[in-house]
């Protein structure tokens, strides 16, 4: 199994914590996306990390539908049990969320300049990133509260990779301000070996 991957992109390091987090291995094959890398392209054509290899050859992108394979293959750890799963997939697609809108504007401000952030893309994209902070908080408590949610799943990963990559690039949003539900969660990621491992570099 091989694994395609860069060290800043958060979706590779959730599909590298998921990987590591079912006690899997695959062999890392470090690419950058953005200089239409061969290796890269003939596993994706949309030039996109992360991909996972499986042992039989088939390669998947998108680094949701590499969790859901994984849970296919390993049974331990599941990221997506059955018994909690619209809790689960409700809290992972309001992170995946915040992954897309954070990683948007470092890539529109890379590409525009100090700009970016003024055009009608860029406000809607920070006004997404702190709306969807507030809904990740409100239902993340809300979950716990009602013991919705188990102690480890793909919410955890997602959630504390899109907290580390707000840290990594945007500093700016100080997000620990007002979300102690997402502070503990955090607090109990970055505890991780998988996540301790990965750190954004
Ligand atoms: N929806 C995809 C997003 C993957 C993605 O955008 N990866 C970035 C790195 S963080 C990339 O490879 N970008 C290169 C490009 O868009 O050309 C996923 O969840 O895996």
Known sequence: MELYLNATSPYAR??????????????????????????????????????????????????LLVLQYLDGIVEATPLFPESALASVLQLTGLAQGLIDASFGTVIQRKHEGDTADNTLLGQRRLAAIKRTLAGLEKNLESAIKQQELPAFSATHIVTGVALEYLDFRLPEIHWRESHPALVELDKEMSARASFARTAFA
């Open 14 to 63: 959730v599909a590298r914590i998921a990987a590591m987090e079912k006690g899997l291995e695959p062999e890392l094959v470090w690419v950058d996306p953005w200089s239409n890398d061969e290796q890269l392209l003939d596993v994706n054509p949309m030039a996109r990390v992360p991909v996972l290899v499986t042992d039989e050859g088939q390669a998947i992108s998108e680094s």
